[in-house]
């Protein structure tokens, strides 16, 4: 069965600093993708970077990186050189191709990162 | 020109009440979703259609019906709310997965719900 697991509830950091969100994950298809999406206190859903299972290297996006490590089966968000607009809830997701039920897209607890000025 | 668009932003109704959220996309997505988030931001899927169909139902009461008039609407629809219906929920869409497993499900703005 799918699985998304954050363990992470929050997490404080310096500006300017760079922080990883940790994220591991547990399926059993070979094809799927994780997903990384920002939620701000004003509640709207913010894509942010997304790494498909077969995909070589490791996706960026800005300041956004995700250290895929397949093998471990986590896919941890790093943001670098953090900014106060960063402080938001983020959540981990993945979608399988659903070779034994519908592919749909779970999500982790989220970690809520704060970042001080 | 927003993507997703979901009405009301706010729903503050009595217990008991029957209320609907309506949602629309303009991004020419095959799949559409409702997800719930409780108190705890814990992010749940309820439901996915695909062209009108549907194909994701989450063990959801039965109370919940989604309706999809077109593949360009995915509406909810609730009967005789409960306390515990209180949440925020979210419709998204996005590329059929199985043609496109990379692509982003886009999300509304939410509907805050609370029941009094």
């Known amino acids: 069965a799918q699985k998304i697991t954050q363990t992470q509830p929050g997490m404080f950091v310096q500006e300017k600093e760079a922080v990883t969100l940790d994220c591991t994950y547990d399926?059993?298809?070979?094809?799927?993708?994780l997903f990384w999406y920002k939620q701000p206190s004003s509640g709207e859903m913010i894509f942010l970077i997304y790494?498909?299972?077969?995909?070589?290297q490791n996706a960026t996006e800005g300041r956004y990186s995700l250290n895929f490590q397949k093998a471990r089966k986590s896919a941890n968000l790093v943001i670098s050189a953090s900014q106060l607009g960063d402080s938001a809830m983020y959540f981990c997701?993945?979608?399988?191709?659903?070779?034994?039920?519908?592919?749909?897209?779970?999500f982790g607890s989220g970690t809520r990162l704060s970042i001080r000025p | 020109d927003t993507a997703v668009s979901q009405t009301p932003k706010y729903l503050v109704t009595q217990m008991g009440n029957d209320k609907s959220i309506k949602c629309e996309q303009n991004?020419?997505?095959?799949?559409m979703y409702w997800y719930k988030q409780d108190s705890k931001k814990f992010l749940k899927i309820m439901f996915s259609?695909?062209?009108?169909?549907?194909?994701i139902n989450e063990t959801v009461p039965n109370r919940f019906s989604p309706k999809s008039p077109d593949k360009a609407h995915l509406n909810l629809h609730i009967n005789s709310l409960e306390l515990g219906d209180s949440a925020v929920y979210f419709c998204?869409?996005?590329?059929?997965?199985?043609?496109?497993?990379?692509?982003?499900?886009?999300f509304g703005d939410g509907t805050r719900l609370s029941i009094l």
């Open positions: 259609y695909n062209n009108k169909e549907l194909i």
């Open positions: 998204a869409s996005s590329q059929t997965p199985e043609i496109r497993l990379d692509q982003p499900q886009h």
């Open positions: 790494q498909g299972s077969y995909d070589q």
């Open positions: 997701a993945m979608r399988d191709l659903g070779y034994s039920s519908a592919s749909k897209i779970i």
């Open positions: 399926t059993s298809d070979p094809s799927y993708g």
């Open positions: 991004l020419g997505h095959d799949t």
